[in-house]
């Protein structure tokens, strides 16, 4: 993390500013999308998301290894003693990993409430010995500790110009967009877990069902039951984006181009899923370079946009004591340079 993040944020402490950096690249290795959308918000504010994403990531490896040498029992040891460690460093009782001590401090400056954190524990617990989800209703349940919570963990840091709890519903939407995204891309990756979030009804609906996703990953052949099943998938994700985007006009004005940013990038994964013929079973898709550069550069020229608003507001409302002529004039060269 680059000290210009941390002396914004007023994070001064040594062991503090190495533990934001540890979460810092952690989101920069693993969250291209969502790192690069970070980058778009206010630089105070950065810190702090990479303290809740940097955690997320860390407990969705301990869950996600493909390492056969860490077996189910050695996973869930790690995850309790993580859920232990958090725990601790929430109660202030500070804390010897680096993640959970710049996350403990987000939550103290946030007043983030500490049990989004059990709910997203919980889900990762889940996922240690559930492998699939019957209905669609099933899968959002799950998702609510997941993907909602850390939605509802943002809002804090992103602020709003509406009632915090208007905004709360469409912010858990988006987190839930987010991951039912990552669910469609990632649908052969997740088959080598043994994990299928394809709700079972949905491929039934179609033809479809689990060892069909298998023999079609093995041999690399498709299926138009897989595809039907992942077109309605991609649809019901789409339906989840259009109850979350119209948070984003209730964000902070200065925090709204990051989140849409987000929106944009994760949305162009559906769209490349589609453009490669619904192949997640075999290979996954991604936004190309150029298309991820173009939403970018759109991103920059929308924050500039909204901090040349704030400043506007903020001298409007500012009324000057009539200060001496000399003054005024350096104030004025200042502000230029």
């Known amino acids: 993390m ?10 001064t402490d040594p062991a503090l500013r190495h533990a934001y950096r540890q979460c810092r690249r952690l989101n920069a290795r693993h969250g291209r999308t969502y790192f690069l959308a970070t980058r778009l918000l206010p630089v105070e504010h ?3 998301v990479h303290a809740l994403y940097g955690f997320a990531r860390w407990a969705d490896d301990i869950v996600d290894t493909l390492d056969p040498a860490v077996g ?12 232990r460690t958090l725990a601790e460093g929430l109660r202030g009782s500070g804390s010897s990993e680096p993640v959970v001590l710049a996350l403990a401090d987000t939550a103290r400056r946030y007043a983030i409430d500490h049990r989004l954190f059990a709910d997203f524990m919980a889900a990762m617990h889940a996922d240690l010995s559930v492998t699939g989800y019957a209905t669609y209703a099933d899968l959002r349940a799950y998702m609510h500790g997941s993907a909602a919570v850390i939605g509802l963990q943002m809002l804090p840091v992103l602020g709003t110009v509406a009632p915090r709890e208007a905004a709360a519903p469409h912010a858990a939407a988006l987190g839930v967009a987010f991951q039912l995204t990552n669910f469609l891309r990632d649908v052969g990756e997740d088959l080598d877990r043994g994990r299928v979030y394809l709700p079972a009804d949905l491929l039934m609906a179609h033809g479809a069902d689990r060892p069909l996703l298998r023999w079609s ?3 690399g052949r498709p299926d138009r039951r897989i595809t039907a099943a992942l077109r309605e998938f991609e649809a019901l994700t789409r339906d989840v984006y259009r109850q979350a985007v119209p948070g984003i006009p209730m964000l902070a004005d200065v925090s709204r181009p990051c989140i849409r940013t987000a929106c944009v990038l994760y949305g162009g994964i559906l769209d490349a899923v589609a453009a490669d013929g619904y192949a997640v079973v075999h290979r996954r898709a991604a936004v190309s370079r150029g298309r991820r550069a173009t939403v970018a550069a759109d991103g920059l020229v929308r924050v500039a946009a909204a901090r040349l608003r704030v400043r506007g507001r903020r001298r409007a409302a500012y009324v000057p004591q009539s200060p001496p002529l000399e003054s005024s004039r350096r104030s004025v060269h200042e502000e230029v340079a």
């Open 217 to 219: 990953r093995a041999t």
């Open 46 to 48: 950065r810190a702090a």
């Open 2 to 11: 680059t000290d210009r993040e941390l002396d914004a944020a007023g994070i």
């Open 72 to 83: 189910l029992e050695h996973r869930d040891a790690a995850l309790c003693a993580l859920h």
